[in-house]
């Protein structure tokens, strides 16, 4: 791998570095050598990840080289002798920021799923610093292995089944931990992410989630999501360190409303009313037990943390606090006081600075009591406790003056009386309360309005540096202004894209000349609305493959929809490319986005059309590249709701902040960069790698305006044209996609569809191949591939951090290169003899691969030629005679994709369906009754019989012996 030397620091990089990757690197190491913050932007496709991880880690090899040589000299400026050096590395603290004055540090690098840090992961394992000490901070939803615990849907619930099994020395998961943590399966030369913990875990039966803990010890570097770094009540949960080390935040387009997010609460009176009601239940219970009863213990383990008089001083608080808040006076559009007034509030409660962490540590033993005292989900499980205990935490994540203070300047306290038409969602005990109260139910939200709260306790730990870096912050000075903390490094990379890969037009009007602008007043003109899709119904005609258009918000789509069907727009669209329209419930979004990329590769049809909302799923984390994606409609501006309280108060606060602060933003000018930055980001859907093209339709008159141009993206700007007649843009959109068609590079191979390419489904621990999932302890079979990916392409410089290069080949040569169309796939005898190979390794080179599916497919077409020529009468009767003489019984494929590949080839599209249902359905309820049935249904043909007996590797563990009776006592007619 080619070194380079950057600000004197050696940097291995897997391949030899664009212009754009050298300057992301150099900003990134001075950000480290000065100990400052830097801001990075630099387009997706750029490699950022990839620099990112290899600068970091370059020069983090190197100072600690410096430390222990330091150590070795005893060179230390504030220690006599070594062991007084020692001791300070040891320890990792230091007060100056002086680079040699301070001990060890660690890099925590941050972003805001786990998928999205298990691909950084990945990144890592691919490149030339897999050998550094690497650990991943989850939760016990994707870490706990406990058969009991696992199983409970509710995380706080899980939570504090968890630590009363710990406390009490229960888990044997856990107890194990001291013991296995140094097995070389854990602290061996493999970086180990989620995935990998979960596996080693089961292995060694020892907690991954306690495992990782461990891990973290020694680790040089630290991935873990948001909340884990920017939440305080989640950062001294996982024992996050920030001292002297290094804070990255990837993807920080969101950190500023995670910021603000992790530092504000909502409560509603219905809350206190079930808290109450909890807290009464569990005197109940005590009042009704006998005295010999009262001292029993909870699970037989764990005494109860509490009394009697706890308990009545308890229900005593929460009622004042109740009455507190029925007496705040409202105002129609509700009440809003400063931020100090949440303690005045609490005050009335007899909740103060001397006393909250008594409350907390009550309630939460409380919460501990109900979670595991009964295994019935319809008993209480302390969810009004929990509200109140988020409360305070927030309220009293600090108690100094300085901190409270602070509070004022940055947070509101807003009052409402809550909007039951609005309102569909009740829970529980608060529903019942809801509906029996006399008075309307009233809402607290205690808001925080400055992302510089929460980046102020990062820096008050003494963070050495702060690098936050993502695809899409521009503009960079507003945000900034709005961090609130010192930044001495920044950088807007351009993209490595040419001018020929990538067409951007601001169309101001429809083809009839309408003007096409979605603000408020117009957009429920019917002469806009149909304007608007007969403009997306051109731009179909001439647009390839992928077509993506995102709408405003929600109601603005189905608005649009509803028109464009009943003016026959709609079929237009669909006729030319089949539209898929982006759900709200996300447990229907997996089965849409895979028809849609299933149309994208059907080569009968001419792409698909998929109709998204900005800040939806669809525009961020997705990768819709090459033909996936070849344009993107921007039909409007996303504007925040501009009367919603919370928005209003916002704007409120930058305007009183400007008055004695001008470089702060104003209110309007952050209510139009919230918009902008949600189209920066669908924009970056389309152009991923340097071979990528596409085209960028900004479709309303107003993106002409200067203000709104500069906020947009540094690498778009240059790009941006504005279309003067309707005809004459279609016609050059036309010739741009005609001349890029012909001119760059087609891409090798389809892109992985996004559930595919990542993989492992971290939130359910199933694997999740061609939209049907399977449980995660088989993934093995696909991740091994993973390791060759950059040394089969030693001068690519495309990185794909969504999934292994070798898994990416065998997925296209295995599910999709030599997938037949569906009348041709129902024949029993072609696809036996397109499976030949299944059981062959999957670590082959794509040479190999293209010819095999070349070979597979002749051999099929000839064995179907054969099939006419000689046996025109008697088919089936001639198999069975042939099948009988081979008297050799078929054997599932072990690969994973291609035994999902044989079950989609052999049974008909409805079927298909159903059984993907019921994976589905067994994977949330565990019911093998029922599954069984379904299974038995769609392979009762005695040729399926072998598929059937290959499903045993995927049901649960304690399903495993009775399924494996049910296959020995079939009778194989």
């Given at each position: 791998m080619?070194?380079?030397?950057?600000?004197?620091?050696?940097v291995?990089?897997?391949?030899?570095?664009?212009?754009?990757?050298?300057?992301?690197?150099?900003?990134?190491?001075?950000?480290?050598?000065?100990?400052?913050?830097?801001?990075?932007?630099?387009p997706?496709?750029?490699?950022k990840?990839?620099?990112?991880?290899?600068?970091?880690?370059?020069?983090l090899l190197?100072?600690k080289?410096?430390?222990?040589m330091?150590?070795?000299?005893?060179?230390?400026?504030?220690?006599?002798?070594?062991?007084g050096?020692?001791?300070?590395?040891?320890?990792?603290?230091g007060k100056?920021?002086?680079?040699?004055?301070?001990?060890?540090?660690?890099i925590?690098?941050?972003?805001?799923?786990?998928?999205?840090?298990?691909?950084?992961?990945q990144?890592?394992?691919?490149?030339?610093?897999?050998?550094?000490?690497?650990?991943?901070?989850?939760?016990?939803d994707?870490?706990?292995?406990?058969?009991?615990?696992?199983?409970?849907?509710?995380?706080?619930?899980?939570?504090?089944?968890?630590?009363?099994?710990?406390?009490?020395?229960?888990?044997?998961?856990?107890?194990?931990?001291?013991?296995?943590?140094?097995?070389?399966?854990?602290?061996?030369?493999?970086?180990?992410?989620?995935?990998?913990?979960?596996?080693?875990?089961?292995?060694?039966?020892?907690?991954?989630?306690?495992l990782?803990?461990?891990?973290?010890?020694?680790?040089?570097?630290?991935?873990m999501?948001?909340?884990?770094?920017?939440?305080?009540?989640?950062?001294?949960?996982?024992?996050?360190?920030?001292?002297?080390?290094?804070?990255?935040?990837?993807?920080?387009h969101?950190?500023e409303?995670m910021?603000?997010?992790s530092?504000?609460?909502?409560?509603?009176?219905?809350?206190v009313?079930?808290?109450?009601?909890?807290?009464?239940?569990?005197?109940?219970?005590?009042?009704?037990?006998?005295?010999?009863?009262?001292?029993?213990?909870?699970?037989?383990?764990?005494?109860?943390?509490?009394?009697?008089?706890?308990?009545?001083?308890?229900?005593e608080?929460?009622?004042?606090?109740?009455?507190?808040?029925?007496?705040?006076?409202?105002?129609?559009?509700?009440?809003?006081?400063?931020?100090?007034?949440?303690?005045?509030?609490?005050?009335?409660?007899?909740?103060?600075?001397?006393?909250?962490?008594?409350?907390?540590t009550l309630?939460?033993?409380?919460?501990?009591y109900?979670?595991?005292?009964?295994?019935?989900?319809?008993?209480?499980?302390?969810?009004?406790?929990?509200?109140i205990?988020?409360?305070?935490?927030?309220?009293?994540?600090?108690?100094?003056?300085?901190?409270?203070?602070?509070?004022?300047?940055?947070?509101?306290?807003?009052?409402?009386?809550?909007?039951?038409?609005?309102?569909?969602?009740?829970?529980?005990?608060?529903?019942?309360?809801?509906?029996?109260?006399?008075?309307?139910?009233?809402?607290?939200?205690?808001?925080?309005?400055?992302?510089?709260?929460?980046?102020?306790?990062?820096?008050?730990?003494?963070?050495?540096?702060?690098?936050?870096?993502?695809?899409?912050?521009?503009?960079?000075?507003?945000?900034?202004?709005?961090?609130?903390?010192?930044?001495?490094?920044?950088?807007?990379?351009?993209?490595?894209?040419?001018?020929?890969q990538?067409?951007?037009?601001?169309?101001?009007?429809?083809p009839?000349?309408?003007?096409?602008?979605?603000?408020y007043?117009?957009r429920?003109?019917?002469?806009?609305?149909?304007?608007?899709?007969?403009?997306?119904?051109?731009?179909?005609?001439?647009?390839?493959?992928g077509?993506?258009?995102?709408?405003?918000?929600?109601?603005?789509?189905t608005?649009?929809?509803?028109?464009?069907?009943?003016?026959?727009?709609?079929?237009?669209?669909?006729?030319i490319?089949?539209?898929?329209?982006?759900?709200?419930?996300?447990?229907?979004?997996?089965?849409?986005?895979?028809?849609?990329?299933?149309?994208?590769?059907?080569?009968?049809?001419?792409?698909?059309?998929?109709?998204?909302?900005?800040?939806?799923k669809?525009?961020?984390?997705?990768?819709?590249?090459?033909?996936?994606?070849?344009?993107?409609?921007?039909?409007?501006l996303?504007?925040?709701?501009?009367?919603?309280?919370?928005?209003?108060?916002?704007?409120?606060?930058l305007?009183e902040?400007?008055?004695?602060?001008?470089?702060?933003?104003?209110?309007?000018?952050?209510?139009?960069?919230e918009?902008?930055?949600?189209?920066?980001?669908?924009?970056?859907?389309?152009?991923?790698?340097?071979?990528d093209?596409?085209?960028?339709l900004?479709?309303d008159?107003?993106?002409?305006?200067?203000k709104?141009?500069?906020?947009?993206?540094?690498?778009?700007?240059?790009?941006?044209?504005?279309?003067n007649?309707?005809g004459?843009?279609?016609?050059?959109?036309?010739?741009?996609?005609?001349?890029?068609?012909?001119?760059l590079?087609?891409?090798?191979?389809?892109?992985?569809?996004p559930?595919?390419?990542?993989i492992?489904?971290?939130?359910?621990?199933?694997?999740?191949?061609?939209?049907?999932?399977?449980?995660?302890?088989?993934?093995?079979?696909?991740?091994?591939?993973?390791k060759?990916?950059?040394?089969?392409?030693?001068?690519?410089?495309?990185?794909?951090a969504?999934?292994?290069m070798?898994?990416?080949k065998?997925?296209?040569s295995?599910a999709y290169?030599?997938?037949?169309?569906?009348?041709?796939?129902k024949?029993?005898?072609?696809?036996?003899?397109?499976?030949?190979?299944?059981?062959?390794?999957?670590?082959?080179?794509?040479v190999?691969?293209?010819?095999?599916?070349?070979?597979?497919?002749?051999?099929?077409?000839?064995?179907?030629?054969?099939?006419?020529?000689?046996?025109?009468?008697?088919?089936?009767?001639?198999?069975?005679?042939?099948?009988?003489?081979?008297?050799?019984?078929?054997?599932?494929?072990?690969s994973?994709?291609d035994?999902?590949?044989?079950?989609?080839?052999?049974?008909q599209?409805?079927q298909?369906?159903?059984?993907?249902?019921?994976i589905?359905?067994?994977?949330?309820e565990?019911?093998?009754?029922?599954?069984?049935?379904?299974?038995?249904d769609?392979?009762?043909?005695?040729?399926?019989?072998?598929?059937?007996?290959?499903?045993?590797?995927?049901?649960?563990?304690?399903?495993?012996?009775t399924?494996?009776?049910?296959?020995?006592?079939?009778?194989?007619?």
């Amino acid at each position: 791998m080619p070194e380079i030397m950057i600000l004197g620091i050696p940097v291995t990089f897997p391949f030899e570095p664009y212009d754009v990757q050298k300057a992301y690197m150099e900003r990134v190491i001075e950000s480290l050598q000065n100990n400052t913050n830097a801001v990075l932007e630099s387009p997706t496709g750029t490699g950022k990840t990839l620099s990112l991880l290899c600068s970091s880690l370059a020069w983090l090899l190197v100072k600690k080289a410096q430390l222990q040589m330091n150590a070795q000299l005893g060179n230390f400026s504030d220690h006599s002798g070594a062991s007084g050096l020692r001791d300070t590395l040891k320890a990792g603290a230091g007060k100056s920021k002086d680079n040699t004055s301070w001990g060890m540090p660690k890099i925590i690098y941050s972003s805001r799923t786990h998928s999205q840090l298990t691909q950084a992961m990945q990144e890592l394992k691919r490149s030339s610093y897999k050998h550094v000490k690497a650990t991943v901070l989850g939760s016990r939803d994707q870490m706990c292995i406990h058969p009991e615990v696992s199983k409970e849907t509710n995380n706080m619930n899980k939570v504090h089944m968890c630590q009363l099994r710990v406390k009490s020395r229960t888990c044997h998961f856990f107890n194990n931990v001291e013991s296995k943590k140094d097995d070389r399966s854990v602290k061996g030369d493999e970086i180990l992410d989620i995935e990998d913990l979960v596996t080693v875990g089961k292995k060694l039966k020892c907690c991954p989630y306690y495992l990782s803990k461990e891990l973290k010890q020694d680790a040089d570097i630290i991935f873990m999501p948001y909340n884990y770094l920017l939440d305080p009540k989640s950062r001294k949960a996982n024992g996050v360190e920030l001292m002297n080390n290094i804070i990255i935040l990837d993807e920080a387009h969101n950190v500023e409303k995670m910021c603000e997010e992790s530092a504000s609460l909502q409560i509603r009176t219905t809350d206190v009313a079930l808290c109450i009601d909890e807290i009464t239940h569990v005197m109940r219970s005590f009042s009704e037990a006998s005295d010999e009863q009262i001292d029993m213990t909870v699970d037989n383990s764990q005494p109860k943390d509490f009394t009697c008089d706890d308990l009545c001083v308890l229900k005593e608080m929460m009622l004042a606090l109740e009455k507190a808040i029925d007496e705040i006076t409202i105002g129609k559009e509700g009440s809003t006081y400063p931020g100090g007034f949440i303690f005045e509030l609490l005050s009335k409660a007899e909740i103060r600075d001397h006393n909250q962490m008594s409350v907390i540590t009550l309630i939460e033993n409380l919460i501990q009591y109900l979670s595991t005292a009964s295994a019935s989900p319809f008993q209480r499980k302390g969810v009004g406790l929990q509200k109140i205990v988020d409360l305070l935490n927030v309220v009293f994540s600090g108690t100094t003056h300085s901190y409270k203070e602070r509070v004022k300047l940055c947070y509101k306290v807003h009052i409402q009386i809550e909007d039951k038409k609005n309102n569909k969602k009740t829970e529980g005990w608060g529903a019942l309360k809801a509906s029996n109260s006399k008075s309307a139910e009233r809402v607290l939200s205690y808001w925080c309005f400055s992302p510089g709260f929460g980046m102020k306790q990062l820096l008050d730990q003494n963070v050495r540096s702060i690098i936050l870096t993502s695809g899409t912050l521009a503009p960079l000075k507003p945000l900034i202004s709005e961090l609130g903390i010192p930044v001495g490094v920044r950088l807007e990379n351009p993209h490595i894209v040419k001018s020929n890969q990538i067409c951007v037009k601001i169309i101001g009007q429809g083809p009839d000349g309408t003007q096409l602008n979605s603000n408020y007043q117009n957009r429920d003109n019917p002469k806009y609305i149909s304007a608007l899709g007969r403009t997306i119904l051109s731009f179909s005609r001439v647009v390839p493959d992928g077509l993506l258009v995102f709408f405003p918000s929600y109601p603005i789509m189905t608005k649009c929809q509803e028109m464009w069907q009943s003016e026959g727009i709609w079929s237009g669209i669909n006729n030319i490319k089949p539209i898929f329209v982006e759900p709200q419930r996300k447990d229907t979004f997996n089965a849409i986005i895979t028809d849609y990329y299933s149309k994208i590769s059907d080569p009968s049809t001419k792409g698909a059309c998929f109709m998204a909302v900005c800040r939806g799923k669809v525009s961020e984390g997705l990768d819709f590249a090459d033909m996936n994606g070849r344009a993107v409609i921007i039909t409007g501006l996303p504007f925040p709701p501009l009367k919603d309280p919370r928005i209003v108060l916002k704007k409120k606060y930058l305007e009183e902040l400007r008055v004695n602060q001008k470089e702060f933003l104003s209110g309007d000018e952050w209510y139009s960069l919230e918009a902008t930055r949600a189209v920066n980001q669908a924009i970056g859907r389309v152009i991923r790698h340097k071979n990528d093209y596409g085209a960028i339709l900004l479709c309303d008159t107003r993106f002409n305006s200067p203000k709104l141009k500069s906020q947009l993206s540094a690498w778009l700007r240059d790009y941006i044209k504005v279309s003067n007649k309707f005809g004459e843009t279609v016609s050059e959109v036309c010739r741009f996609f005609k001349t890029a068609g012909s001119t760059l590079p087609s891409p090798k191979l389809k892109p992985l569809l996004p559930h595919e390419s990542n993989i492992i489904s971290k939130d359910s621990g199933f694997v999740n191949i061609s939209g049907v999932s399977f449980p995660a302890t088989n993934s093995r079979v696909v991740k091994s591939s993973g390791k060759k990916s950059l040394s089969q392409y030693p001068n690519s410089n495309e990185v794909y951090a969504d999934f292994s290069m070798d898994f990416y080949k065998n997925a296209q040569s295995s599910a999709y290169v030599n997938e037949f169309k569906p009348k041709e796939t129902k024949d029993l005898f072609s696809a036996i003899n397109t499976n030949n190979d299944t059981n062959k390794s999957t670590s082959q080179s794509l040479v190999t691969i293209h010819k095999r599916n070349a070979e597979d497919v002749s051999v099929s077409m000839a064995a179907k030629k054969k099939k006419l020529k000689i046996k025109p009468f008697g088919f089936e009767e001639n198999l069975k005679k042939e099948e009988s003489e081979m008297k050799v019984e078929k054997v599932a494929p072990t690969s994973l994709i291609d035994f999902v590949k044989e079950i989609k080839v052999l049974l008909q599209a409805e079927q298909y369906k159903e059984f993907q249902l019921a994976i589905s359905a067994y994977k949330k309820e565990g019911n093998y009754p029922k599954f069984l049935k379904v299974l038995t249904d769609l392979f009762e043909n005695n040729k399926m019989i072998y598929l059937l007996k290959g499903m045993k590797r995927f049901l649960k563990e304690e399903h495993k012996a009775t399924f494996q009776e049910y296959c020995d006592n079939i009778n194989l007619i």
